[in-house]
């Protein structure tokens, strides 16, 4: 059974820093790209980064770049996501996913259709 769990969530106030996980489990996800999305109350959920199999290629939201960054340790099955000069409006459920790699073009794994599995989610609050 393939698994994706969340962690690292919580509450900061603005300008701080956190650093998610996201651990992977019941099969071998080292072709497979891996993203980070996130859904706001009312709102629907959106791209925040993604990384692809072989850790060598990376690709943002505008949202959130120069502020967050994807990373992967391949030999752990991991994949982090570390978010720096926190903003109120990052405030959401923060969900990881992965999608076969099919391709080597990044923009590809900005689509949420593309991928197959997702973990549970966990919650990012940023207070002002």
């Known amino acids: 059974q393939v698994q994706l769990v969340e962690s690292g969530g919580g509450l900061v106030q603005a300008g701080g820093s956190l650093r998610l996980s996201c651990a992977a489990s019941?099969?071998?996800?080292?072709?497979?790209?891996m993203g980070w999305f996130r859904q706001a109350p009312g709102k629907e959920r959106e791209f925040v980064a993604t990384?692809?199999?072989?850790?060598?290629?990376?690709y943002y939201a505008d949202s959130v770049k120069g502020r967050f960054t994807i990373s992967r340790d391949s030999a752990k099955n991991t994949v982090y996501l570390q978010m720096n000069s926190l903003k109120p409006e990052d405030t959401a459920v923060y969900y990881c996913a992965a999608a076969p790699g099919v391709t080597s073009s990044i923009r590809y794994y900005t689509q949420r259709n593309v991928y197959h599995y997702w973990g549970q989610g966990t919650q990012v609050t940023v207070s002002s």
């Open positions: 019941g099969r071998t996800f080292s072709s497979y790209a």
């Open positions: 990384i692809t199999w072989s850790g060598g290629n990376t």
